[in-house]
């Protein structure tokens, strides 16, 4: 299952700063949040989490995640 930043229709980016690496695409990496993005520690902390996201970078336990599959922010 393939998770999205979901957003309000025809919403890609917040002012200038686009929120992913290539809004609408097809390809994972098009779900990439992108340093700036309104994404970035705005998720929800969930117990027993996993640990990863879908790249497989680490996603923080004790702190305020990013918004969708991936994490760029690596600590709190």
Do not use: E, K, W
């Amino acid at each position: 299952m393939r998770t999205r930043l979901l957003l309000p229709l025809g919403i890609t980016a917040l002012g200038t700063t686009a929120l992913t690496a290539a809004p609408g695409g097809t390809r994972a990496a098009d779900d990439r949040v992108l340093r700036g993005s309104a994404a970035l520690r705005a998720g929800i902390t969930i117990a027993d989490n996993g640990g990863r996201d879908y790249f497989g970078n680490p996603v923080p336990s004790a702190c305020v995640p990013d918004v969708g599959a991936h994490q760029l922010a690596s600590g709190c």
